[in-house]
């Protein structure tokens, strides 16, 4: 794995583990838009979770490189879900937020490729 395609997947890693964290530990500024967009409250933990684990993914993919390849796939699809989510929510002004999310996951799937 090149020094780059190591950076990137670091730097995904590092921002779903903080996005799923941010999503157990209620903080306001992420879970006031989900309320916002209708996503039930009963699927918040599960959704940090998922995040929690694509970070996990990521970093053990620099041992076992299908393991990393499987959580950016999930991460990508996970932001993608998130997106369709705001657009639904007609939250327009919002739409950014979990593209930036998915430009690290979506750069290290395609780096380790």
């Keep these: 794995m090149?020094?780059?395609a190591t950076a990137v997947t670091a730097v995904a890693a590092f921002m779903a583990g903080f996005s799923g964290a941010s999503v157990l530990v209620r903080a306001k500024f992420?879970?006031?838009p989900l309320a916002a967009y209708g996503v039930p409250h009963s699927w918040w933990?599960?959704?940090g979770v998922l995040k929690l684990a694509g970070a996990?993914?990521?970093?053990a993919g620099f041992w076992v490189p299908?393991?990393?390849?499987?959580?950016?796939?999930?991460l990508v699809l996970y932001f993608a879900g998130a997106v369709i989510t705001v657009v639904r929510a007609k939250a327009y002004g919002h739409?950014?937020?979990?593209l930036v999310y998915m430009a690290p996951a979506a750069a290290a799937l395609a780096l380790v490729r």
Excluded: M, Q, R
């Design 95 to 98: 739409v950014a937020f979990p």
């Design 66 to 74: 299908v393991v990393g390849t499987l959580a950016a796939i999930g």
């Design 2 to 4: 090149s020094v780059t």
């Design 30 to 32: 992420v879970v006031e």
């Design 45 to 47: 933990n599960g959704l």
């Design 56 to 59: 996990a993914g990521l970093v």
